[in-house]
């Protein structure tokens, strides 16, 4: 019985999970692909806008370490 209730659970996170594999985790929108292409867009050109903006301001502690 034990085993039975933890597949049960598997299946149920397992279908959870395709749900929102089927949906944009930005806007939530019904999408393929984990973030769909216009969110990707727009958060491309807000990174770009960003970069440009702190290149700018000249600063030099942005960015990956």
Known sequence: EQEGRRWSMVKVKEDEAKKRAKTCS????????????????KIRGEALERKIKD?????????RR
């Open 26 to 41: 930005v806007c939530g929108k019904p999408s393929e692909k984990i973030i769909c292409d216009n969110c990707e867009a």
């Open 55 to 63: 290149e700018k301001e000249g600063r030099t502690d942005t960015g």
